[in-house]
């Protein structure tokens, strides 16, 4: 192959020089198509001629001169995965390692995430917690590893350091690990992973399990596994989850059933669940319903619904960007597994208002804080639990 026909492939993968300079061969006129493209690559010092002030580029290139210019881009950072494969014995000799294992930099990423949180608890939260406040920072790390085009490998380290006494209480843990991909249409998840059904208002944690999605606009989910364990207490055993969901011009929707065995807070009873939802967008505005209906009657309720109304909501990426949402639950016991709102609430099944606001403070930086006034739906004496809650989230 020609010097010059390789010129706008190298120039192609990103080969920028420091300064510009004058074009040290004498063998191209500077009226040459090639002329510019010579003068950078040369200032990069990704090609040097043949010691005589020529740079020959009539020639045929031999494999071992073209060894030198890909190690050369290689040193400069540029993405040359596809020469690399294709000059590796060459490569090899010259000391540049470019094995198959070698190559995989960009096929293994690290997000994190960093919540620092306070909350203050009254009343019967605070007897409930045994305390009447916490503060707690939590640490993640995902990980996502490329095993092919339509696979990959997911884990979650994660780190707790509470500081809600004296005692430098901390706790690390890989929390998650799953694979997720694809065979034909369906979407597979394989392993330990997290679980968010009905909105959070039935479950948000862990599961050990699999999970099969198909569809976009009209979407159905199947589940099945075992829940995991919250806080080293055990929430119940096998379940499995069908889903159906979809959406209609403005409006979303959201059917769920799931079947729990042994659920522990029900004293190890089996649960059988169903709720509906459906949340319609104005603009920035939204509001929402959903009904639960669990076949465990627990104080003699066994249905409920959650009902909301919110306006926009701060965004990761956009600084000031900002929202407000309050939400009225009333859910029995049966329907509340494993609740994704931070408010401390009786296991017997409660009621009441909760409302927040977030705001990002800066790119990756989001400050949120919520208030919870519940009660216990048996509307006994002295039964309210109350909880502030705030948290700043940092993203990288």
């Known amino acids: 192959m020609k010097k010059t026909l ?3 492939l190298l120039l192609s993968m990103g ?13 191209v006129p500077a009226g040459h198509w090639s002329y510019t493209a010579i003068e950078r690559l040369a200032a ?4 040097d001629g043949y010691g005589n002030g020529s740079f020959g580029g009539d020639r045929l290139m031999t494999r071992y001169e073209m060894a030198q210019i890909v190690a050369k881009t290689m040193a400069k950072g540029a993405n040359v995965d596809r020469l690399a494969t294709e000059f ?12 198959a294992l070698e190559q995989k930099t960009d096929q293994v990423q690290i997000a994190g995430q960093i919540r620092t949180s306070y909350a203050a608890y009254s009343k019967g939260a605070a007897r409930m917690f045994k305390s009447n406040h916490s503060g707690v920072m939590r640490s993640r790390l995902f990980l996502t590893g490329k095993v092919n085009d ?6 979650v380290l994660q780190n707790i350091q509470d500081f809600t006494n004296d005692s430098g209480d901390e706790k690390t843990e890989f929390q998650r690990a799953f694979l997720e991909g694809r065979i034909g249409n369906v979407r597979l998840t394989l392993g330990r992973y997290h679980s968010f059904v009905a909105d959070g208002n039935l479950y948000d944690h862990r599961v050990d399990g699999m999970k099969m999605v198909l569809g976009k606009e009209l979407k159905a989910e199947l589940e099945y596994g075992k829940l995991a364990y919250a806080d080293g207490a055990k929430l119940g055993d096998k379940f499995y989850r069908f889903t159906l969901s979809g959406k209609t011009g403005a409006w979303n929707w959201e059917g769920n059933y ?4 042994n ?3 029900l004293g190890g009873q089996d649960d059988k669940i169903w709720t509906l939802g459906a949340r319609v967008n104005l603009d920035k505005a939204y509001a929402s319903a959903m009904y639960l209906k669990s076949d465990v009657n627990v104080a003699d309720k066994d249905a409920g619904y959650v009902l909301g109304i919110g306006y926009a909501g701060a965004r990761q990426n956009e600084a000031g960007s900002w929202g407000v949402w309050s ?6 016991s049966g329907a509340d597994i494993m609740h994704t709102m931070p408010g401390v609430h009786p296991e017997t099944g409660f009621k009441g208002w909760g409302f927040g606001a977030d705001y990002t403070i800066a790119r990756n930086m989001i400050l949120d804080t919520e208030y919870y006034a519940l009660k216990d739906q048996r509307d006994i004496a002295n039964n309210k639990y109350n909880t502030w809650w705030t948290h700043l989230m940092i993203l990288f």
């Open 15 to 27: 080969i920028s020089a420091s300064a510009a300079a004058v074009n040290p061969f004498t063998d």
């Open 88 to 99: 590796a014995e060459e490569l090899d000799g010259l000391g540049v390692r470019v094995a």
């Open 44 to 47: 990069a010092g990704i090609i």
């Open 6 to 8: 390789m010129l706008g």
């Open 258 to 261: 799931i079947n729990i065995d």
């Open 150 to 155: 339509n696979w990959n490998y997911q884990g």
């Open 263 to 265: 659920l522990l807070k």
């Open 327 to 332: 939400k009225y639950y009333n859910q029995p």
